[in-house]
C-alpha cells in the first residue's frame, strides 16, 4: 500500500485525506456550485460527478475485455469468446497488487497483452506488443478528446474517479494527462475493496465531502458500475457503447448515454 503524503500529480498536489491514506485527493479551490435551470434535470441539485476509468473514460462504453478480444482476433489469435473471456478474467486478476504503482498505462498495457497472449497460445512478442500499441494508442486519443468536456464538467461540479484498478490508477491518470482535472482518484487495490461495494463509492463521498444523493455516477458496468451506485443511493448514467440493444438500464427511467459527449446534454 502506498504511504500517506503528497504526490505530484499533472502539477496539481494530491494529498493522502487523513483517516484513510489509500484514498488520494488533490487540493483544489471550489468556487462552483452546479448551475440551476440547466437543459438537464439530472444536472440539478448534483454537485460532484464520478466516473469509472477502464471502458468510460477511455473508450466509448467499451470494457478492456472486448477490446482485447477485439485486438487479438485481428492479431489472428485463436479466440473464441467462451474461452477468451475465463483465460482474460485469470490474466486481469493476476495483475491486482502484483504491479507498483509507479508503472505507467503503457507498461500496464504491455504486461497484460504480453501475458494474455501466452495465455491464448502465442509466443510471440510481436504480436502482443502491436495489441498493446493499438490499446494504449486508441485509449489515449478518446481521452484527448474526452478532455475539453471533463475541463467544462470540472468547472461546474467536483469531479472523481473510482475504479477497479490494479493499484496503478493515480500514475495511469497522470499519463493520460487528466489527473488534475479530478478531486479525488480511488483504486480498488488501494482501499481493498471492487465495485459494486458501496465502500468504495463512499471513500470518494467522504473526500468530496457530498452526499449519495448530491453525486452522479458514470460508468459502462451494468453489475459493477450502475449496481453499485444504486446500493449506495447515487443516480447514475450508463454509458451503454455497444451493448445488446436489448439490455435495460439498471433502473427504470435511467439516462443512457451511447457516447462520452452525450453527457453535455445532461449535465452542462
Known sequence: MAQAGPVAL?????????GNPAVYHRTVCDETSPG???????????SA???????????DGVAWKSRFFRLCRDEGLPVVRE????VFHAVDDALVGGIPSSL?????????????????????????????VRFVDDSLERVRQNIPLLARLSGRYRLGIVSNFYGNLVTVCHNAGIGALF???????????VKPDPRI????????????????????SLPRDMAGARAIGMRHIWLAGDAAPHQAPCCPGDPVVHSFGDLEALLL
Open 10 to 18: 499533472n502539477g496539481g498536489t494530491v494529498q493522502a485525506p487523513s
Open 36 to 46: 440551476r435551470g440547466s437543459r438537464a434535470e439530472v444536472s440539478i441539485l448534483t
Open 49 to 59: 460527478v464520478l466516473f469509472d476509468f477502464g471502458g468510460t473514460l477511455d473508450a
Open 83 to 86: 474461452r477468451f473471456d475465463p
Open 104 to 132: 505507467s498505462f503503457e507498461e500496464t498495457v504491455g504486461r497484460l497483452a504480453t501475458d494474455l497472449a501466452r495465455a491464448l497460445g502465442s509466443a510471440d512478442d510481436a504480436v502482443s506488443k502491436r495489441i498493446a
Open 183 to 193: 478531486s479525488v482518484i480511488v483504486d480498488s487495490t488501494r482501499v481493498g475493496c
Open 201 to 220: 463509492f463512499q471513500s470518494a463521498l467522504d473526500v468530496l465531502e457530498t452526499a449519495p444523493a448530491d453525486t452522479v455516477f458514470v460508468g459502462d
